[in-house]
């Protein structure tokens, strides 16, 4: 009988093959640690029965308010490097989780803090800070997504000193137990898409959750409606006045679901080499075929260098001179490796694969989320390819 390997004293158990870790400072790389106990503790226990029921885990809201992780780099200080390997444990823990928590601190709160007056700010971030307030973002419409930016249909009107809302939005996540969701709509006066910070008790509001998903289905994704929806001036963000704002935090927010995609790899990577030293065929570990080494090999790879990519942006990031073409492009980039790397992990545990009891399933199926909200593997790579060429191929 082969000896049983203690997987987590191997070299390179944490996946970090470059040590990647080392660029942070020594009180990022304490805090790292606590999200990591953080999310062994809460998280990965209750993370594949949350997918299996379709169900969101409302008791968890309090634990991360506690965790304290909203806003790491605006509020708290931390570098960009440190919030994206935060975000991409999150991710290696739960897509879900991980998503949950990228629309209310990437998406919604990116938004406040981004294109809210300070008056606004001061009365809006406090609760939003501390999870008191759940937030949610109203881009995507039934009958726009890529092209939203020129095709916004929800209309925003204005009489006297409020705003009348009409409209409908669709894969909004959080929105069914949403407290605010931060909707964008074309001014009818001057055609300019605006941003508005509505109540989701208010009057003509309504979200219905979105039955059937295939993946990231503990995330409540939403079809919002919008009918005469009564938004006071006072609650018109300050600084959206077109998509060029708009744009500004989406921006940043690519590369957060970038950073996803580094932890969707990582947590194939876990899974797949545990699934390979462990499982007996043929009389020996699967680990010590040839083949199945070459897959693990080609895994860490695709891990490494989306980390590698994800690293510099943040690095540009806190120096200020990031591009939006460099995070299209890491968005592209990234998620088609992680699409390689959950597909290779899948066939690693062979039928096993196919059941989330074993974990790479449910990776394998989220995966395809990520790889298509914050815009399409073809939009990203057509926006990097119009900055490389100076020709645009987007009609």
């Known amino acids: 009988m082969p000896k049983a390997i203690d997987l987590n004293n191997l070299p390179y158990a944490d996946g970090d093959f470059y040590s990647f870790e080392d660029l942070l400072t020594g009180a990022e790389r304490e805090r790292l640690q606590e999200v990591r106990d953080f999310l062994t503790k809460e998280v990965r226990p209750i993370a594949v029965d949350c997918w299996n029921r379709a169900e969101f885990p409302m008791d968890i809201i309090p634990k991360l308010a506690e965790l304290d992780m909203v806003s790491p780099v605006r509020r708290q200080g931390y570098s960009n490097v440190f919030a994206g390997m935060v975000h991409a444990e999150f991710t290696r823990a739960d897509a879900s989780i991980a998503t949950f928590m990228g629309v209310h601190d990437g998406l919604f709160t990116g938004s406040i803090e981004e294109l809210a007056s300070e008056e606004q700010k001061a009365a809006w971030l406090p609760d939003i800070y501390s999870?008191?307030?759940?937030?949610?973002?109203?881009?995507?419409?039934?009958?726009?997504?890529?092209?939203?930016?020129?095709?916004?249909?929800?209309?925003?009107?204005r009489?006297?000193?409020?705003?009348?809302?009409?409209?409908?939005?669709?894969?909004?996540?959080?929105?069914?137990?949403?407290?605010?969701?931060?909707?964008?709509?074309?001014?009818?006066?001057?055609?300019?898409?605006?941003?508005?910070?509505?109540?989701?008790?208010?009057?003509?509001?309504?979200?219905?959750?979105?039955?059937?998903?295939?993946?990231?289905?503990?995330?409540?994704?939403?079809?919002?409606?919008?009918?005469?929806?009564?938004?006071?001036?006072?609650?018109?963000?300050?600084?959206?006045?077109?998509?060029?704002?708009?744009?500004?935090?989406?921006?940043?927010?690519?590369?957060?679901?970038?950073?996803?995609?580094?932890?969707?790899?990582?947590?194939?990577?876990?899974?797949?080499?545990?699934?390979?030293?462990?499982?007996?065929?043929?009389?020996?570990?699967?680990?010590?075929?040839?083949?199945?080494q070459d897959q693990l090999v080609q895994i860490l790879g695709n891990a490494v260098s989306s980390m590698g990519m994800m690293i510099r942006l943040a690095q540009l990031e806190d120096a200020g001179v990031a591009k939006d073409e460099q995070s299209t492009l890491a968005k592209a980039f990234t998620t088609a490796r992680m699409r390689e790397s959950v597909a290779l992990g899948r066939s690693i545990l062979g039928g096993n694969g196919i059941v989330t009891d074993y974990g790479m399933a449910k990776i394998f199926a989220d995966a395809e989320a990520i790889y298509s909200y914050e815009g399409t593997h073809e939009i990203n790579t057509l926006v990097t390819g119009r900055a490389i060429t100076g020709i645009s191929a987007i009609v």
């Open 159 to 292: 009489e006297g000193d409020s705003w009348i809302l009409n409209g409908a939005k669709r894969w909004i996540g959080n929105a069914t137990f949403s407290d605010w969701v931060v909707i964008f709509a074309r001014d009818v006066a001057d055609n300019q898409v605006k941003g508005f910070l509505v109540d989701t008790k208010t009057e003509g509001y309504a979200a219905s959750k979105i039955e059937n998903k295939i993946s990231l289905r503990t995330v409540q994704n939403a079809d919002i409606t919008l009918t005469n929806v009564v938004v006071s001036d006072d609650f018109k963000l300050a600084g959206a006045n077109s998509f060029r704002d708009t744009n500004k935090v989406l921006k940043v927010t690519r590369l957060g679901v970038a950073w996803q995609a580094v932890g969707q790899q990582l947590a194939a990577f876990d899974v797949a080499r545990r699934y390979a030293v462990e499982r007996q065929q043929f009389g020996r570990p699967l680990a010590s075929f040839q083949l199945v």
């Open 131 to 157: 999870l008191k307030k759940i937030g949610a973002f109203g881009l995507t419409e039934p009958l726009g997504g890529s092209d939203v930016a020129g095709g916004t249909r929800t209309t925003a009107q």
